[in-house]
């Protein structure tokens, strides 16, 4: 089972802020600061945002792709 098909299986299509932060053994209030920040991690958050109205989402196919190198922090 890919990282891909496990996120999926686990959180579905889209994911939380909360749970990008339990995938990578980060405080909510921490990500959210990296996700501000100029730097390379934040970037590839960023690029990988979905806003449905007030609420923020992430596509599961790219933190996936961030967890396993295959987006190198910045870089797709």
Do not use: C, W, Y
């Amino acid at each position: 089972m890919t990282t891909e098909e496990a996120l999926f299986h686990k959180f579905g299509p889209l994911l939380t802020l909360a749970q990008v932060a339990e995938i990578l053994d980060r405080s909510p209030d921490g990500l959210r600061f990296t996700i501000r920040a100029n730097n390379p991690l934040g970037r590839s958050l960023r690029s990988s945002r979905v806003k449905i109205g007030r609420r923020v989402h992430f596509k599961a196919k790219a933190i996936a792709a961030l967890v396993d190198g295959v987006i190198e922090a910045g870089r797709q």
